[in-house]
């Protein structure tokens, strides 16, 4: 099964990015993400999405 979540860090290497431009991703709205008690965990849709344009 394939994860629902994933951290900022292992967003960054699927996308190729450093982390600071994930966390703009996630304030510009293309990326979603949810608190998972003290860390920001991305979902995998959302970057599904980003990467085949639809975000």
């Not at 994860?3 to 960054?12: F, G, N, W, Y």
């Not at 966390?23 to 965990?41: N, T, V």
Request: hydrophobic fraction near 40%.
């Amino acid at each position: 099964m394939e994860p629902l979540l994933i951290s900022i860090t292992e967003t960054a290497k699927a996308l190729n990015l450093g982390r600071t431009s994930v966390y703009a991703l996630i304030g510009e709205g293309k990326l979603d993400s949810r608190k998972m008690g003290r860390r920001r965990m991305v979902t995998t849709a959302s970057v599904r999405r980003l990467v085949d344009g639809e975000g």
